[in-house]
C-alpha cells in the first residue's frame, strides 16, 4: 500500500511542476502525462499519506461566513491553495474541482471545492467571490488575515513566490499546483493533481467514502 502512496505523491509532484511560469495554461485535463503506473495508482485510494500534512484554521468565505478545516454542511471537500484570477495552473485546477464536486454530487456525495488565497490583498471579501464565480459558483474562496493564513500555510506545507506583475492579471505567482482532499471534520485523506478527470476524482474520494462507512 505504501507503494501506491508513493505513486500518488510522484503524480501530484509532476503536476507541481505545472505551476505558473507566467503562461496561460489550457483549462482542460491532460491524463495522457501520466505514466501507466501512475495511472493505476491513482485508481486506487492509499490508506494515509507518507507524512504529516493538514491541522486547524480559521479563514473567512467570500461570502464573510467564518470558515474551519471542517465543513459546517458535513462534506466532503477540495482544498486548492491558489488565487481567484489566476492565468497559470489554476486555469485548469479550479475548474476540474468544480465539475470534481458536481461529479460528487452526481454520484450521491455531497462535496465543496474551496480555494485559499495566498494573495489577500488581491482576493478580497470584494473581489473573489464574482471573479470565482467567472469559472463556477461551486468554488468557495477562503481567505483571513496573513497571520490566520500563515497558519493554514504552514499546515499544508504551502510554498509560492511573486514572480512578476503582468499588465492583464496583475501579480503572477509561482505555486504548487496539489488539490488536497478532506472529510467533512477537515482530515486531509489525500491529495490528488488538477490534471485529473473529474470523474477519476470522485472515484477516489468514493473509496475512502466507502472505507470509513
Known sequence: MKRVVSMLAAGSLAATAWAH???DHDGGTASSVISPDVEQALKEAPTALPWEVGGPFELVDHTGEARSQADPDGKYQLLFFGYANCP????????MMAQAAE???TDGIEAQALVVTIDPKLDSLETMGPSL????DR????TGTPEA???AYEAYNVQFEHLFDDPQYGPIYSHGSFIYVLDPEGNVLTQVPPILPP???SQIV???VKAGS
Not at 464565480?133 to 463556477?136: P, V
Not at 468554488?139 to 477562503?142: F, M, R, Y
Request: charged share 15%; glycine share 12%.
Open 103 to 105: 461529479q460528487l454530487e
Open 199 to 201: 470523474e477519476q476524482v
Open 21 to 23: 511560469d507566467g503562461h
Open 206 to 208: 468514493q473509496k475512502y
Open 139 to 142: 468554488l468557495l474562496g477562503l
Open 149 to 151: 493564513l500563515g497558519v
Open 88 to 95: 497559470g495552473i489554476c486555469s485548469a485546477a479550479l475548474p
Open 133 to 136: 464565480a467567472k469559472i463556477s
